[in-house]
């Protein structure tokens, strides 16, 4: 799957949380595709506006990333990329996957900012055919380094078992854990101070609570893991939320979201990719790796009632790359089509030698929280007030120094 931000995504949720059910909407967004079925927090201003369209218009208008400041913002904040790896081999590091978020942020590193990427892919044993290619003729094409890790299989292996059979939503905190703690580490070993990510508010906005969980939640997936694990994962990459706040406050590591400065249109940046590096789609949001299109387009909304084409389709109806008409024709149809979705079924029950009745025990099982195991949650609690308290501090300081002058 793609690689996005932390601080993107690991928003706070409150201590209890359970995944949404699908039921029927009493209301809807007048211009997207959400209502309250889908969203049961859904809340709608005087004009019937949903509070992810108005998510959208506030990023648009943001002095920082509005038409008219973002280009000199842009120019601005890759020259502090520039300037902070000066006399290094590479200016960032960025994540991917083969996807068209991933791969087009890394095209739009090279070929548009000037940038010296190194780029790092997390190989999970999931990669379809077609993501390994488009890696292969993405880093050919730019004429970059890659740097790959290979997670231990087993390890990996016991570790989706064990999410599973907790019957949580997130089973892909996994990978997402594991992708950050993989840049991290090689942010740290080429001592490199920036990490790019391919996140966008033209396709991507904050899922609906219950949809996922913090990502640096390591707490999280341990306590899970003993819980329903067979086997020890000491290579399984790990960063942990003290250790994010560590390599940020102490390394000085900072993320950076260059598609954020752009009218990102997904159907353009396919398009590009395939003129300029052979590059080839493949099909739904993050399908690149067989294992996310099995738990997104079979999974959660078999056992969770969670479809997450709602969410991104309501984004790109709100950013104006598609019709509304457009999105509800597309809801209209399987989330996945029928046959393909038990080929993957099959194939995925195989993989992770699951067998027949166990998984329709997962499948009958009652949603649990992911609150229901241990959680960094309160440790992080702590730290976001213990570094509101740090930079109030500093402030205070400034402003004695200033008066002192």
Known sequence: MAVTSATSRDRLTPLVSTAPVARAA????????MNDGVDPNLSLDASGTCRYCRQYDALVCDPEYSPANRDERLARAVE?????AKGRRYDCVLGVSGGVDSSYAVY???KKLGLRPLAVHLDNSWNSELAVLNIERLIRGLGIDLYTHVIDWKEFRDLQRSMFRASVVDIELLTDHAIIATMYAAA??????????????TTEATLPEGWNHRKTDLFNILSIHRRYGTQRIPSFPKLGTPEFFFHEALLGIRW???LFYTPFQKAGAVKE???EIGW???GGKHYESIFTRFYQGYFLPRKFGIDKRWFHLSRLVASGQITRDAALAELARPPMDPEL???????VLKKLGISGQEWDEIMAMAPRSHYDFTSDEKLVRLLLAANRRVRSGWRALRDLAGNAR
């Open 188 to 201: 740290r070993k080429f001592r490199i101070p920036t990490v790019l990510t391919g996140d966008n508010f």
């Open 273 to 275: 990719l395939e003129h």
């Open 256 to 258: 950076f979201r260059p």
């Open 108 to 110: 739009f590193a090279v």
């Open 341 to 347: 979705a038990e080929q993957d079924r099959v194939f």
């Open 80 to 84: 502090r990329v520039k300037a902070r």
């Open 280 to 282: 080839r789609a493949y």
């Open 26 to 33: 009493t209301k809807s967004c007048v211009r997207c595709v």
